[in-house]
């Protein structure tokens, strides 16, 4: 009952918790949660003469197999007689959960209905059990045994004369020595293998390294920020603020405060790609970098930053949403930046939104958490209006840089060439641009050379053969791709159906086909793509900012990657292909969703002195997104959508929550969501819609319908689906995924 009151009032996470404590542990019993989706820890018999304590990783036996779990509070699961136990095998050498990670995983489990142990994979997913293995080194014996020491042998033992380890690589350098040389001094006994403890990984980041002359603005607002770090209490505070007004190094402020107060701090930032820019920015205010968190971490850089966030070493945190998982153990700030950003939703597994539980994980922590974004979320702004955030805002961009001109080129009046995308006064103003000795970009949210592709013959269009989903043609790569499977084959040189040969025909514009528009109606200009798919790791982002930067480049072409919080000084255009692009599909924040990609993007333009222009293609200029960023006023655009959203109780102002259904036929499917949907809950605010087939109706070859449970705000929706889910059981081959708070609607 306590808990689903926790949910009825919390759903937002910033009530305090009305103490969820976990029940006393039982004398004789070692509760285990193991990271699998059982409903529970089980219980183990302690080993002999180790007392074990809450957050311990153990080693225990699970099917005739060793596993490593958890040592968590208290047992959940069916109990089991006292001699029957088996005993735990052994404690292992890594570093325990604290209680708030503990107290977290719990909340996500009972939040998203997935099993603890699910989620406790994730903070253990990491690979971080065993220890980073200290560096094979080299000491010289004492007493030298009785060999020759030739010239390169006497250098060797001149450099180990101070008695400090090394490694084969350090010896040859300095002393001159080839490694053949050095191992056969290990051989003859004149070295001694030493192990060379790893030095520390992180150094201490500076708080007083940098310190920013700020505007009164910006001082106001960071000794607020500062203000909340030092409280050392929960709170929410959303900083707003126009892109380039200081957002960044406001937060760093608060950083700074969590610094000198001795605890660590987490910064949440949903592209890891945008970290290169953030890292060099750092490293000016803090003196050194930060640790950094992110699925492209090597195994032993995992190890040996999940250890230094254990013991303290690690003080600062950049990291995308997995980090929230990491064993802190004096977390003093949480930071989400571009906090409106659907990447942090994470769709696979345990769906949650990182954002949100971001905020639970600062209040488990007794820690303040900071959202940022110039675009802030519905959800963020509803939360502010109720109270439940502060709000702190910067109104002016830093240094006199002003915000770009948004103008709308209505394609119906000024239509591009026949199979072209761009349309002239676009062009003209790239030209200009260029002329000027400054950068242009074109953006438009769509990878590969086109989204479609058409037999002109017969009509036929080609199709992914698992999903319900039109292939995109990769022109670069000879080959059509499903962007939901990942399936591809290469393109077809006769109609598969039909079988006319040259009758195939790309459809509507990727970011290649502009690209090939942008070569030839500039072939003098240096460009440079930027998308996901070419640009796949960190380190490609981090070359391409710093080519733009340097001014390497004259033209972008890019998809949404580029409207993430990248600082391009010389960019003065930016140039929005297909600005109707995400308003197609209607889902709910489809709207929301628009403004502030494309508020973004067009922030990227004009952040130094030069001022800059942004030129949004539309068919639908006289829509509310295109009047908002025209006028520049997302505030009024977010009030009519709030207007829009109350009266349904939709969100914010409502809660959703949506259950996939998914089987290999369509009748097992079918069958299976009639049966949820005879058995949906109801009541007054409680509203069940569906079962509908999603827009996805196949996907990876399986058949996919949705329910989506609506209810008021104030009634919690985990109860009603647990209820829900127990009373019909899936058949074999049935699933059925639950998404609370979706932010996808395929
Ligand atoms: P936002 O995060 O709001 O987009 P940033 O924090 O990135 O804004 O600031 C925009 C640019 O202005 C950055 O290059 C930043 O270093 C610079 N800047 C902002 N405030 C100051 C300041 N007080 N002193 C020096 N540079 C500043
Ligand atoms: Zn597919």
Redesign the pocket.
């Known amino acids: 009952m306590l808990q689903e009151k926790l949910f009825a009032t919390t759903g937002d996470a910033t009530q305090p918790d009305p103490g969820r404590k976990p029940p006393p542990p039982v004398p004789g019993r070692v509760p285990v949660l193991l990271p699998y989706p059982f409903a529970g820890p089980f219980d183990y018999a302690p080993p002999a003469g180790d007392a074990l304590a809450p957050g311990d990783i153990v080693l225990v036996p699970l099917n005739r197999r060793q596993e490593a779990g958890v040592v968590w509070d208290a047992p959940s699961g069916p109990s089991v007689a006292a001699a029957k136990l088996k005993p735990v095998t052994a404690r292992l050498d890594a570093p325990a959960l604290p209680a708030p990670l503990r107290r977290f995983i719990d909340w996500v489990a009972a939040y998203t209905l997935s099993a603890p142990g699910e989620v406790l994979a994730m903070a253990l997913r990491v690979n971080a059990l065993t220890p980073p293995l200290p560096v094979p080194g080299f000491l010289a014996a004492d007493p030298l045994p009785n060999a020759p020491i030739t010239e390169p042998r006497r250098r060797v033992l001149h450099v180990l004369a101070d008695r400090i380890a090394r490694t084969t690589p350090d010896l040859a350098r300095l002393s001159g020595a080839s490694p053949a040389v050095i191992r056969a001094m290990a051989q003859a006994g004149q070295l001694l293998p030493t192990p060379i403890p790893a030095p520390p990984a992180f150094l201490p980041p500076d708080p007083f390294f940098f310190d920013?002359?700020?505007?009164a603005e910006?001082s106001a607002i960071a000794a607020s920020l500062r203000g909340a770090v030092v409280e050392d209490a929960f709170s929410v505070t959303l900083l707003d603020?126009?892109?380039?007004?200081?957002?960044?190094?406001?937060y760093l402020e608060a950083v700074a405060a969590c610094l000198e107060a001795g605890r660590q701090s987490l910064i949440l930032l949903p592209e890891i790609a945008l970290s290169a820019q953030f890292l060099a920015?750092f490293a000016r205010r803090f003196g050194v970098a930060p640790a950094l968190w992110h699925s492209d971490l090597s195994s032993r850089t995992r190890r040996i930053t999940y250890r230094a966030v254990a013991d303290g070493t690690a003080r600062v945190v950049v990291g995308a949403r997995s980090a929230l998982f990491l064993p802190f153990g004096e977390l003093g700030l949480v930071v989400v930046d571009e906090e409106h950003e659907t990447a942090f939703k994470q769709e696979d597994g345990v769906v949650y939104h990182a954002r949100d539980m971001a905020v639970v994980r600062a209040r488990l922590s007794a820690a303040p958490a900071i959202l940022?974004s110039?675009t802030p979320s519905l959800e963020t702004l509803a939360n502010v209006e109720a109270g439940r955030y502060r709000h702190l805002k910067?109104t002016a961009r830093?240094?006199g840089a002003r915000l770009p001109e948004v103008t709308a080129i209505d394609l119906r009046d000024h239509a591009p060439d026949r199979g072209k995308f761009l349309s002239p006064t676009l062009i003209a103003a790239v030209r200009e641009t260029l002329a000027a000795g400054e950068q242009a970009m074109f953006f438009l949210n769509r990878r590969g050379y086109a989204p479609l592709t058409l037999c002109r013959a017969c009509g036929h269009r080609l199709q992914c053969p698992n999903c319900t989903a039109w292939l995109v043609e990769h022109r670069a790569r000879h080959a059509l791709a499903c962007h939901h499977c990942g399936h591809h084959e290469p393109i077809p040189p006769a109609c598969p159906i039909c079988k006319a040969e040259g009758t195939l025909a790309p459809i509507g514009p990727g970011v290649e086909r502009i690209t090939e528009e942008v070569d030839a109606l500039f072939p003098e200009a240096r460009r440079l793509v930027m998308a996901s798919d070419t640009m796949p790791g960190p380190q490609a982002a981090a070359d391409a900012a710093r080519a733009i930067e340097a001014r390497e480049v004259d033209l972008i072409i890019g998809t949404q990657i580029v409207a993430k919080?990248w600082?391009f000084p010389h960019l003065t255009l930016v140039g929005v292909v297909d600005a109707d692009l995400g308003l197609a599909g209607g889902d709910l924040r489809a709207a929301e969703r628009t403004v502030q990609l494309l508020h973004q993007v067009a922030?990227r333009a004009g952040?130094a002195e030069a001022p800059g222009r942004v030129l949004l293609q539309t068919f639908s200029p006289e829509h509310p997104v295109m009047q908002a960023l025209v006028a520049n006023d997302l505030a009024a655009f977010f009030v009519r959508e709030a207007e829009a959203r109350r009266p349904g109780n939709w969100p914010p102002y409502g809660r959703l929550a949506a259950l996939i259904v998914s089987a290999d036929t369509a009748d097992a499917a079918d069958l299976y969501a009639r049966d949820l949907g005879r058995a949906a809950p109801g009541g007054d605010g409680v509203l069940v819609l569906g079962p509908a087939p999603a827009p996805l109706a196949i996907l990876r070859g399986r058949h996919r319908r949705r329910l989506l449970l609506k209810t008021r705000r104030d009634i919690a929706v985990q109860p009603l689906l647990r209820a829900w889910l127990a009373a019909v059981q899936p058949a074999r081959g049935v699933r059925v995924d639950v998404d609370v708070d979706p932010v996808s609607f395929l």
């Open positions: 920013p002359a700020l505007s910006q603020g126009v892109t380039g007004s200081g957002k960044t190094e406001m920015r940022v110039a910067l830093h240094g919080g600082h922030g952040r």
